[in-house]
T-cell receptor
């Protein structure tokens, strides 16, 4: 069964460093998303991406964050100058081109720890 | 903020049906009801979605009231592996580009 894959599964970084979280969405999907979940809290929407541009972003997704689809298979989230409060699970998701209402498929997440 | 209300927790005996309620009284005409679940800290897993008709798939059934203000997710024969947090989400892909707003969900504990 096709699945969304995320790498690495766990990333530890020093405060102030830049990190790139990588995702390979399901191959025929056209809509891509990043969510995050701080330990013990809700899953929060960060950004959606379609047709090589951001279609929607939340208040969390400020200038510190950026997304890119550098080739036909990868979808990345870059966090510049990480802060302690960026420590969270980051989930990538993708949706198929099946009309106006469809489900999202999530990866298993990258646990980011900022020290 | 999430537009749904769910009980924070529920218990269910293994092998019995688990009925998880959700209130979404402010749902608009083009919004679907989605159910996802999250086991431990894994990525959320899609279960089912519907607009106004009842829906069934290999995982669950979704019953939506006629006025669409509430719904119930039914896991017909719960197993220990169904222990998870279940999220009821209303969303319009057309208006929101597939964005999902997660609430606190219902923590379902399936007990032997």
């Amino acid at each position: 069964e096709p699945e969304v894959t995320q790498t690495p599964s766990h990333q530890v970084t020093q405060m102030g460093q830049e990190v790139i979280l990588r995702c390979v969405p399901i191959s025929n999907h056209l809509y891509f998303y990043w969510y995050r979940q701080i330990l013990g809290q809700k899953v929060e929407f960060l950004v959606s991406f379609y047709n090589n541009e951001i279609s929607e972003k939340s208040e969390i997704f400020d200038d510190q964050f950026s997304v890119e689809r550098p080739d036909g298979s990868n979808f990345t989230l870059k966090i510049r100058s990480t802060k302690l409060e960026d420590s969270a699970m980051y989930f990538c998701a993708s949706s198929p081109p099946q009309g106006l209402n469809t489900e999202a498929f999530f990866g298993q997440g990258t646990r980011l720890t900022v020290v | 903020d999430a537009k749904t209300t769910q009980p924070p927790s529920m218990d269910c005996a293994e092998g019995r049906a688990a009925n998880l309620p959700c209130n979404h009284s402010t749902i608009s005409g083009n919004e679907y009801v989605y159910w996802y679940r999250q086991i431990h800290s894994q990525g959320p897993q899609y279960i089912i979605h519907g607009l106004k008709n009842n829906e069934t798939n290999e995982m669950a059934s979704l019953i939506i009231t006629e006025d669409r203000k509430s719904s119930t997710l039914i896991l017909p024969h719960a197993t220990l592996r169904d222990t998870a947090v279940y999220y009821c989400i209303v969303s319009s892909f057309y208006n929101q580009g597939g964005k999902l707003i997660f609430g606190q969900g219902t923590e379902l504990s399936v007990k032997p």
